[in-house]
Nanobody
Framework: EVQLQASGGGLVQAGGSLRLSCAAS????????IGWFRQAPGKEREGVSC????????YYADSVKGRFTISSDNAKNTVYLQMNSLKPEDTAVYYC?????????????????????WGKGTQVTVSS
């Protein structure tokens, strides 16, 4: 059974940091691209960042470049999203998702397509 378990959300003041974790199981981690997506109230879900486990390529939405960093621990089948300099507009439910193959699904973040598996979200709230 494929599982993606996101954790690490919480309440933080503007300018603060959080690290999200996505623990994956039930599929061959190295064959997939893992991404972080978010959905704010009243808005569509958007892509934040992706990482191709096979070659380490990373992708970021312009809104988070320079503030967020995606990384992985392949031995633990876990992808992280380090979020620094958080802003109130980063407030959203954050989801991790996986797609088979390279990061082609994430080439035009925040737009994305074709993610195969989704986990439940974790709430990130940034207060001003």
């Amino acid at each position: 059974e494929v599982q993606l378990q996101a954790s690490g959300g919480g309440l933080v003041q503007a300018g603060g940091s959080l690290r999200l974790s996505c623990a994956a199981s039930g599929f061959t981690f190295d064959d997939y691209t893992i991404g972080w997506f978010r959905q704010a109230p009243g808005k569509e879900r958007e892509g934040v960042s992706c990482l191709s486990s096979s070659d380490g390529s990373t992708y970021y939405a312009d809104s988070v470049k320079g503030r967020f960093t995606i990384s992985s621990d392949n031995a633990k089948n876990t992808v992280y999203l380090q979020m620094n300099s958080l802003k109130p507009e980063d407030t959203a439910v954050y989801y991790c998702a996986a797609s088979y193959g390279s990061g082609r699904h994430c080439l035009n973040l925040p737009y994305y397509y074709g993610m195969d598996y989704w986990g439940k979200g974790t709430q990130v709230t940034v207060s001003s």
